[in-house]
């Protein structure tokens, strides 16, 4: 319908010769001022050098007539405000039955490719309460956006290279050490979990005593830790260091990749569980192995927006809006983070996407300067260039902060999460505010077979159309949907019209949330959609000895069924017949 009334606005704009590159038509949020209204009067009357009014008034007189307008009327300073006709509705829910699973999907990012990297945590542990709600959070935008017409490549950035994989592989082998009977006081930045653990026992069966060392020979003449009054990235730098003489970087390297691909596997399989898969998982590795690095930092050097300054190659970033300019190799020729962040966007837009989102932890605003003047410096527009950020998660339990046992013993982990509230209410809880707010999780609530439970509220409105359904087969009553559409003029009734009403935004819906990357509008309208049929429900009997009633009214059941399942869906929400 919105569609409609946008092209019957083009089609007046033309017939008075009037240029105007997009049309913004909006849903009223008050039934008095009409069902649709736009303010584009008001937007071209400056460059028409018109009057809003009078500009409104022509737009009017030169709009085509359409049967589904009931009428449209000027309000304020140059409002236009569309009325539609019951038969525009009614229609609509014929299309929702019509269409089912596809209602709600369009063609408005056709054409348009957009890569979606989230969750890409390190592979040095487990998946945390934290890393689900990215997980859910992308998987959900990556599913608006494919709704929406879009073609959405949803990628996992493993960062498989780097320090961070030396110190685990470090503590692998100290818990191997361990596990075949030496004494040690492990370091206090060393992997703690007791995943690190369960690796070490993998690398034991493995390997056996073969890589077994003396403590002594592992920490004799290094800089204290932390708890002896040192550093401790000093110190377990050096135990690095150590491990690497005394095992030969061949076998380092192997306790690596034995370490890392024990833990990827795991989050894969616990993402999966989750409903969360990806196109591709992206290696960090692959970036200096293809020469992807050196290429980046060359075109820098070619277009002149790296120097070097006190033995280190630094980006000119602040050319490009950036605080600061940043090292990309560093004075000991190693080459930073940064430098295959630069490689990595560099990669995204060589393979020929369109639009680039990612999706970080709200830790990491302070790199979205540099790492959008790194792809302006080489080249991409940077509009192509988007990050949402995601705040932190607080568990709690009967108003109190969560504490819960962990197989880490030092965070909660996803699936910890997933086991007590199940997958359901995790996607739906973590998706239902804006990512850009604090999530507060109550357990209890995500439990709760209530109607403040805002999973089983939906649900329940999906399950009792099912339950209508049954109750018709049992009684041998044959339910003619055709003769229901012919129908939907007699639901006249309050709740019902605004039922109806609701069920025809859904398509608006998901474009909004699609675009403004914002699932938690979709969680809403559902909540409102629900509390519709479930008010509904109770104020009119469905099945009813009037046939044309009873088919009209459970038409209109099963067109908000349509509609709730296909938004839990791309929510990654079940949605039953029976609870």
């Known amino acids: 319908m919105k569609t409609l009334i946008e092209s019957l606005l083009r089609q007046a704009l033309a017939t008075l010769s009037i240029p105007c590159e997009q049309i913004e038509v909006e849903r009223t949020r008050d039934a008095r001022h009409g069902d649709f209204a736009t303010n584009l009067a008001m937007r071209l009357a400056k460059p028409a050098r018109q009057n809003p009014r009078k500009l409104a008034e022509a737009l009017l007189a030169a709009l085509p007539a359409d049967a589904s307008i009931a009428r449209a009327e000027i309000a304020g300073a140059g409002f236009i405000n569309f009325f539609l006709t019951p038969a525009a509705y009614h229609a609509e829910i014929g299309r929702i039955l019509h269409q089912a699973r596809d209602y709600g999907r369009s063609q408005i990012g056709a054409g348009r490719s957009v890569l979606v990297e989230f969750v890409s945590a390190n592979p040095t542990g487990p998946l945390h309460v934290g890393h689900g709600r990215h997980a859910a959070y992308g998987a959900t935008v990556a599913n608006l956006l494919d709704a929406a017409g879009f073609r959405a490549q949803r990628e996992y950035y493993v960062n498989d290279a780097g320090r961070q994989m030396d110190i685990l592989a470090v503590s692998t082998w100290l818990r191997y050490l361990q596990r075949c009977g030496e004494e040690l006081v492990f370091p206090a930045n060393g992997y703690r979990g007791d995943y ?29 830790d932390e708890p002896q009054g040192g550093d401790k990235d000093t110190y377990i730098d050096a135990v690095i260091v150590r491990a690497r003489s005394l095992i030969g970087d061949a076998a380092f390297a192997r306790v690596r990749d034995l370490a890392m691909s024990g833990i990827l596997a795991d989050i894969r399989e616990d993402l999966a569980e989750f409903g969360v898969t990806f196109d591709r998982w992206f290696l960090e590795h692959s970036l ?17 927006y790296a120097y070097l300054k006190d033995g280190a190659l630094w980006f000119k970033s602040t050319e490009f809006g950036d605080e600061k300019d940043r090292v990309i190799v560093r004075e000991n020729g190693a080459k930073t983070y940064f430098a295959s962040d630069i490689a990595y966007v560099f990669d995204k837009r060589e393979r020929g996407f369109d639009h680039l989102l990612y999706i970080w932890g709200a830790d990491h605003h302070g790199y979205i300067a540099r790492l959008r003047a790194a792809l302006v410096a080489l080249g991409g527009p940077a509009g192509c260039f988007e990050v949402r950020l995601v705040q932190f998660v607080t568990l709690f339990r009967g108003g109190e902060k969560a504490q819960m046992s962990t197989r880490s013993g030092e965070f909660v982990t996803l699936r910890d999460l997933r086991r007590e509230v199940g997958n359901d209410a995790a996607r739906l809880f973590y998706v239902m505010r804006s990512n850009d707010q604090h999530l507060d999780f109550d357990l209890e609530l995500a439990k709760a077979r209530s109607n403040d439970n805002p999973v089983y509220y939906i649900q329940y409105a999906h399950a009792r159309v099912a339950s209508v359904m049954r109750q018709l087969k049992e009684r041998g009553i044959a339910h003619d949907a055709a003769r229901g559409v012919a129908a939907l003029a007699r639901l006249d009734q309050p709740q019902e019209l605004q039922l109806i009403r609701r069920l025809c ?61 296909n938004g839990l869906e791309l929510l990654g929400v079940s949605a039953p017949d029976t609870m």
Not at 288 to 304: E, F, N, W
Not at 520 to 531: G, K
């Open 196 to 224: 690190i653990v369960a690796v070490a026992e993998a690398l034991f069966a493995a390997d056996g005593p073969a890589l077994r060392r003396q403590p002594q020979a592992v920490f004799e003449n290094l800089p204290p």
């Open 288 to 304: 200096s192995d293809s020469g992807a690095v050196d290429r980046s930092i060359a075109a820098l050097r070619h277009k002149d």
């Open 505 to 565: 935004a859904y398509p608006d819906i998901v474009e909004q949330s699609a675009l403004q990357r914002a699932p938690h509008t979709l969680v809403h309208y559902l909540r409102d959609l629900a509390n519709d049929f479930h008010t509904n429900y109770s104020a009119h009997q469905f099945i009813v000895d009037d046939a044309q009633l009873r088919d009209a009214r459970i038409d209109l059941a099963l067109a908000t069924q349509v509609v709730i399942r």
